[in-house]
Each structure stands twice: as structure tokens, then as C-alpha cells.
């Protein structure tokens, strides 16, 4: 044995019987000597990644490869270094590097995947974790890589399967439990998600991202207190955590609790300041209480959500217009955008009058269901289909371009600025059509219902079932269909309860909006869930009793504190403070007391 290797067993002896610190500091002396000797730098590498000293880890790899650059076994020990320090760039330069050598090394390319994960290239991340065409049948972390990349690529049930997947390989693997139940949210399954973050918790008691995902279903199945109980003692690990504390603050915003929710909002905005989410949660807490300047002052963060700005393909064009200081002059030509989502492009449409009478030349993008019903209701034809103007070079001719909802601010500074009544016009014709239609009822109480929303989660936690609504049913009342979707099985049931719910086959109520609102002006009441059929309601003037399973789900136009919105005097706001069946009888002894509707804040 020589000399060299003498000192090398040496060494490794009193690493491993004798004295750590002392065996790592000769080691360190002997490779300053013998810097390009492999098996010295190997065990310099091998002795630094026990001891936790990953750099001196990485800079011995680092000479070995010098030597001998095309050691994928070594290539590999030097990316996975990279990758536990988050230098993801470096540790994808070396995974290229073995897959140059070897194009279907196992480990290399799912890892490449893992890292374009994380590079949030979700698509390429799903590209190379498909270059493996089986998953080894004991890499858990490769299905839940897999399941992760599914996820976000938005195949649910697929990256769902990923997951279980990783558990019957190990079941204490908490990531997984983890990410399935963040699937089962998606898949609006809350209970099922509940279920999968309890055992994590059981698990581990003590694992912050579980406490956390278990607080944020409980938050949004309403169970507030113990939301809030589980981010504290999440909180009580990880005292400086900002997605903990951002949380607590959303929580407290959603209770409409002002004092707790500034507290949490001022110290999570003070360790990440943009944090837009927050930001708005906390804008329509602010809304709530009508505390307007500081409500305007945030309100333009709904744009920089990033899911939201995601689905903004103009968002380039007016960003720079998204500051407090914005100012636009009387003769500018301007270009009103339309935002995401339909109701709210109804809600925000209340300032045009404000506008047309400020701003003389002016052009305002819209859905092109609304185009022909804005031009009539404001009587200005001003009104074009989205992307008109934005989506080509047109759009350079116009001073300012600004989405709808940031112009609210220059016009309602006050609770009494929001003083506007049925500002959407009807076509008369078909009004008159729906009236005929329905003469055969003619005297008996017109109810028209709706109850579900948009199929996300945030719909699920507003929508109801039409069971809920049977207590409305009964001789002296025509209730009437305003439910857009396939609602067969709905008619189905009511249909087998030996009751009548009006139905106009031919109406497409999501498309044919006109016709919604012309079978909207004959009613008598209108008794909904948050959806944007309730929107339209609200600015025909329609008498509407809206319905909030969820203080989670509500917005800040409805207020279940009040029960009102400041945005439509006509519509009664209620909380299901017990249980569904009570609110809607509730609903039920108004209707038995009242031939007319008229609500006001």
C-alpha cells in the first residue's frame, strides 16, 4: 500500500471512529497537495457531503470532472449538489452533459423535468418526464415530480393518479399527500382534500406546508376559527413566514375582521411588498367597510395576480397606466378595456355614463355579447368587440389605454358617488315576447332562480342544487328557469317531485344575452347564487335576493354583513349563517308576506 493511500485510510478511520472535525481538516490539507488526484478529491467529496459542507462537496467534484468530464456517475453527484442549493441552471448544464453521453439516462431526465418544474416551464417539464416511457416502480419521487407536472399543466385526474401513486409506494411521504390534496381542491373535492391533509398531519404534526394546506381548506369551507388556529401554530415554527402571515391576513379579510387583518396585512406586506393577493383581499375588506381611498389604492392589484394577469393578453399594453398618479385629460383619446369575466365587465360598466360625459373621444372595448347592448344603453355606439382596437396597430393612435375597472377610482370616491339604477336597457321586443310567453301565468308571483356559478372552485363554494331551492314550489308561484348550463338531471328532479320549473328550451341564457334580460324584466323576483346572471339582474334593476353559501366565496360587492351592495341598490344580500335550507325558507316567509319587491341600502 503506498503512502498516499496510507494517509487516505488514515484518514477515513478517524472519520468514522475517531474525530469528524479533524479527519475533514486533514483531508482538506492532503487535497491542496494532490488537487488532481481523483480518489483524494473523492474522498474530500464524500467526507464534505457527511459534514454538510456542500460547497467544499461541489469544488472537489468540480476538479474530479476537470480530470475526467464525462463521469456521469460523478456528473451526477455534482447536479443533485446544484439542485439542493437551488442553482438550477448549473445542476440543468450537467444534466445535459450526461444525457449528451447518454440520452436515456433514467435519472438525468427526470430530474431535467423536476427542474424545468421549477423553472415554472411546465410544458417543457412535461415534455422530458414523458421521454421516460416507465416510471421506475419504487421511484415515489418520480411519480410525484409526474403528478406535480400534471398538476400544473392542469390534467387533474391524471397528475391525481401520479400521486396515489407515490403513496402506495410510501405512505409517509408527506409531499405527496400534499400536492394530492392541492389536486383535489382543483377538482373541487374539499372534503376528499381535508381528508388527505389530516393524514399528513398525523404524519407530522409539525409540518408547515400541511398546517398550512389544512388552514386554507378550512378557510374556505368557512371554518374560520379553525383556520386561523392551524396557521398560528404553523406561525409558531415558522415565525417569519409571509405566506403564513399573508394567509392570516386573507382569513381575517374574508371574516371581515379589520383590526386583525391590518395586523397581518401590514407585517406580510412589510416582509414581501408584492404581494398582490393579499393586496386585493385586503382592497375588498376595505370596499366592505367603504373605506374608499385606501379600497382605490389597491384595487388595481386584481390585474397583477398572476393567474389573472395570465389571462390578460393586452396587459402589456396599458401596465405603465397602472399606478395611483395616473391621470387622463379631457381630450385624450382613450381606449377602455374590458377585464375577465363578464358580471364584472357589467358591474364596471356602471361609470360609462361618467365617462361619456367626461371624455370626448373615446372608444371602449367589450365581450361582443354586450356590444350591442351597451350601445343602446348608453346610447353612444362607442362600443366595440374585444381586440378591436388592442389586437393591432391601431391601438398606437390612442393617448391612454386603461382596463374598465381602473378608471372606477376617478369616480367613486364616495359612498354616495354609487348612486346609479337600472343602466342596462332591454330590447323592448323581446321583453314584450317573454311577457306574452308567461301571460298564462299572469297571476301568479314570476321567481325566477339560478343556482350555480362558474366550474372552478371558487363556483363550487357559491353554487347550490336546485333541491335547495324546493321549499320556494308551490301553487301561486311560476318559478323560472334562469340557470344557464346543462341543467337535464335538475329538470329531471323537479320534474319527479311532481313540481313545475318553467323552462324556455330555446333560450341559451349564456349566450343569448339579450333574451336573458328580456326574460329577467318579467319577473317579479329574482332569487340567485353569485354568478354573472345576478350581475345582469342588479343593473336591469330586477328585485334579487342573492344567496352567499360561503363568506370565502363572496366578493366585494356583496356584502353579508349589511346584507346590501352599494353597487346595486336592488339586490338583498343573505349569508347562510346555519344551513342552507334555513336561509332559503327564510326566503320562503318574505315571499308569503310580500306581493312586491323593493330593496334599497
Known sequence: MSSLENKLKKIIDTFNKVNKENAFNDIKRLSEKYSKNITVQNVLFQIAKKVGDIDTAINALKKILFIDKNNTSYLSQLYKLLLGKGMVDQALEKINSILEIDNKNYDALRDKSYIYFLKKDYTKAKKYIENIPNLKDDDYFGYNIKGLIYLKNNFFEKARNFFNKALKINDQYIDSYNNLGACLLELEKLDEAKKIFNRAHHIDKKNVSTLINLANVLSLQDNIMAAINHYNEALSLEPNNQEIISNLAICYCRDSNEKEAKIFYDRAIKINPYDYKLMYAYCALQLKINNFDKSWELFDSRLLIEKNKDKLRNFDLIKKNLFKDLTINQADKLLVLREQGIGEEVLFSSIYPDIINKFENLKIEADKRLVPIFNRSFRKKIFVEDGYYSKNSSVSDFDKIIYAG??????????????????????????????EKLNTHKDKLKIGISWKSVVNIYGSL?????????????????IINLQYGDIDSDKKYIFEQNKHLEVFSNLDLFNDIESCMGLLK?????ITVSNSTAHFAGALGIPTILICPKKSSTYYYWNTHTGSSIWYKNIKVLGIEKSINETVCLINNILEKNNEFKFSN
Open 406 to 435: 381602473s378608471l372606477i377610482k376617478f369616480f367613486r370616491k364616495n359612498k354616495d358617488d354609487f348612486n346609479y339604477v337600472n343602466y342596462l336597457t332591454p330590447r323592448k321586443d323581446i321583453v314584450n315576447n317573454y311577457k
Open 462 to 478: 357559491k353554487s347550490l342544487t336546485i333541491k335547495d331551492f324546493e321549499p320556494l314550489f308551490n301553487e301561486e308561484r311560476v
Open 522 to 526: 318579467n319577473l317579479d323576483l329574482f
